[in-house]
């Protein structure tokens, strides 16, 4: 990653993560834990904690790591994972989430994590941030393990809204692209479009428009259109970036975590259910740890919202200490490489060239012939 401009750094010279103390299920507790493993690991880090003070002091004050770069924010209030995103729209100014946002509109902090209710933290995120030109609709980004070798592709969008239309898509592969580019050093990602199939005549209509949109952008967008892919080929090493709508995404990595947590529990049931089985697996057992920590959901955890003036990672609801660490570190090496202001560029002027060349798309991406 390249280093970020003398203005993304505090005055100590480290880069501050603003963090919602109070949001997911496991407390306060294991979000300082997981900002205390950050620390330990990363010397450029420095944190703004979000939530009720007297429940973070002395959280903070016990470790010595900690202390001297840890900023707690006061904010009495908490978002549930039940409130309405409108609700809290309009009611949450006292909130830690709210808190948290405001640090990074405020350039108090360079990127922000919660752990709490994504359709509040979406919200509240696009009333603080706004969305950058030329983007109708931001988009959550996940990681995914790519094959065997350790890496991972990117998957947009999971889960910010259901719908997207052919422009909404296009939006997506210039975001998804930009965020793979700058955080895997890859100069050229190669993105996929999911469909149900390969063939060029498949798929709901405006898939196969969205299919010729992003094709004929990749020279402007610098990146490699492979076509459509399929489910099948979410982890595999031919795509970097593969684009989809948040309700398939959505469901895709749902289904995608409780299958990682099915193997764990079958391989646990199989290999410790008789004394001759836990005997029979010793061999096994460093294979195992190394294929457990690889399917470990915790360590790539982190939904980062594409498309916004700011960078916002989404950590996963249930989190623990290690998930809460990933998703802090995914959030500094965003605001490290300094990606944002190159991404809007590029957006606006594949917005302008879509208008130019494609004249028969609004800018909302349906065509004109659907306005009559």
Known sequence: MTNPPSDQRDDSGRITVSVDAMGGDAG??????????????????????????????????????????????HAEGVVTMEEKPSHVMRHGRDTSMWSCIESVRGSAAQAAVSCGNTGALMAVSMLRLRKLP??????????????????????????????????????????????????????????GLL???????????????????IGAMQGLGRYDFVGFVEG??????????????????????????GTARLIR?????ELGGTLLSRLAGLPALPGLKRLQRRIDPRRV?????????????????SADATGISAAIKLAF?????????RMSERLEQVTQAVAEQHPAFRHNGTSKQDKT
Not at 149 to 176: C, S
Not at 201 to 212: Q, T, V
Not at 236 to 257: H, M, P, R, W, Y
């Open 28 to 73: 306060p507790s294991a979000v300082v834990d997981g900002c205390l493993r950050s620390a330990e690991k990363n010397p450029d880090i420095a944190f703004a904690l979000h939530g009720d003070a007297a429940v973070l002091d002395p959280l903070v004050s016990r470790e010595t790591v900690l202390q001297d770069r840890t900023r707690i924010v």
């Open 134 to 191: 030329g983007v109708d609709r931001p988009a959550i980004a996940c990681m995914w393990p790519k094959g065997t070798t350790g890496a991972h592709n990117i998957m947009l969008d999971v889960g910010a809204d259901v719908r997207a239309d052919p422009e909404n898509l296009l939006q997506f592969a210039l975001m998804g692209a930009a965020y793979y580019r700058n955080g895997f050093n890859v100069a050229m990602p190669r993105v």
């Open 195 to 213: 469909n149900v199939g390969t063939e060029e005549h498949k798929g709901r209509a405006e898939i196969r428009e969205a299919h010729e949109l």
């Open 232 to 257: 099948t080929d979410i982890p595999s090493t031919e795509v970097d970036v593969i684009v989809t709508d948040g309700f398939t995404g959505n469901v895709a990595l749902k289904t995608a975590e």
């Open 265 to 269: 529990d079958l391989l646990h049931a």
């Open 301 to 317: 955890n982190g939904g980062v919202f594409l498309g916004l003036n700011g960078t916002v990672v989404k950590s996963h609801g």
């Open 333 to 341: 090496l965003l605001a490290q490489s300094g990606f944002q202001a």
